[in-house]
C-alpha cells in the first residue's frame, strides 16, 4: 500500500508556480528523499501533505487520506519536523512533548516522553522554557515531538539543520531501524550527503518540477556520485 500519493500536485502564489504537476507514490516501509536547492519547491510540497497549506490544483493521499479533505486526520497519524518551526516559548520541553502526546491521545505518555529526552540528551532541559534553549536543541525537540507517538509515516524538511554530527548519527541509525521496522520517511533536504546514507529512493525537483525520480543506482551513470548526478540532471533541466 501507498503511505503517499500525488497526482498533479500544483501551487501558485499569484503569477508564481512553486510547484507543478507534481506525481509522487511513496510506499510504505520507504525512505524517500526529495532532493533540490533551495527554492525549489520542498517546503511547499511538504506544507501540502501535511495538511498546511492548500494546493492550487491536484490531490494528495497521506495514509490512506484525502489530506485536503480531511488535513486534521492527516496530523494526528504522522510526525512532522518542519525546517523553521520552534516549540513554542511559553513551554518547557517536558510541557511541550506532555501536550503532543495529549493532542495525539497517547497512552501512558511518560515512558514515551522519558524515551526521546534520554535519546536527545535533555535531561538537564526537560523543565526550561523552550524560548531560552538554542538553536540544536530546539531541534532535539522538534524532533522529539514526531517520534514521541510513534507514528507510521514521517515528514521531515532539514531534519539534520543544527545538530551537531553525534546527535545527527544517531538520529540517522534510528531512522534507519524506524524503517527497517516498517515506518515510512518523507526527507527533505539539499544536502546530498543525507539522501545518499539514508534513503532508498530519491526525487529531485527543480523550480517546482519534479525533474527525475528512482532509486541511486537507476539514476547513476557509471561512477557517478549522487553530487554528479544532481548536478547532470540540474544542468539538463535548466
Request: aromatic share 6%; with cysteine.
Amino acid at each position: 500500500m501507498a503511505a503517499i500519493t500525488t497526482r498533479g500536485l500544483v501551487k501558485r502564489y499569484g503569477s508564481l508556480e512553486a510547484l507543478s504537476d507534481l506525481n509522487v507514490t511513496v510506499e510504505e516501509g520507504e525512505s524517500f528523499c526529495l532532493l533540490g536547492p533551495n527554492g525549489s519547491g520542498k517546503t511547499t510540497t511538504i506544507g501540502i501533505l501535511t495538511g498546511s497549506l492548500a494546493p492550487t490544483a491536484g490531490t494528495a493521499m497521506v495514509m490512506g487520506i484525502d489530506v485536503m479533505a480531511d488535513p486534521i486526520g492527516v496530523k494526528r497519524k504522522i510526525g512532522i519536523v518542519p525546517e523553521m518551526e520552534y516549540p513554542p516559548s511559553f513551554l518547557t520541553v517536558r510541557e511541550y512533548l506532555d501536550l503532543a502526546c495529549s493532542l495525539r491521545k497517547v497512552a501512558d505518555p511518560k515512558p514515551k516522553i522519558d524515551r526521546w529526552i534520554q535519546f536527545f540528551g535533555l535531561e538537564s532541559k526537560e523543565n526550561v522554557l523552550c524560548k531560552d534553549l538554542s538553536k540544536g536543541t530546539k531541534k532535539k525537540v522538534m524532533l522529539s515531538t514526531a517520534f514521541v507517538h510513534e507514528p507510521k509515516l514521517l515528514f521531515l524538511d532539514e531534519p539534520f539543520l543544527d545538530l551537531d554530527p553525534i546527535v545527527q548519527r544517531n538520529t540517522r541509525e534510528y531512522l534507519r531501524t524506524y524503517v527497517k521496522e516498517g515506518g515510512t520517511i518523507f526527507l527533505s533536504t539539499h544536502i546530498l550527503e543525507i539522501a545518499e546514507k539514508l534513503c532508498d529512493r530519491v526525487g529531485i525537483l527543480y523550480n517546482g518540477r519534479l525533474i527525475a525520480s528512482g532509486r541511486l543506482a537507476e539514476l547513476k551513470h557509471s561512477r557517478e556520485s549522487l553530487e554528479d548526478v544532481f548536478m547532470r540532471l540540474v544542468v539538463e533541466a535548466a
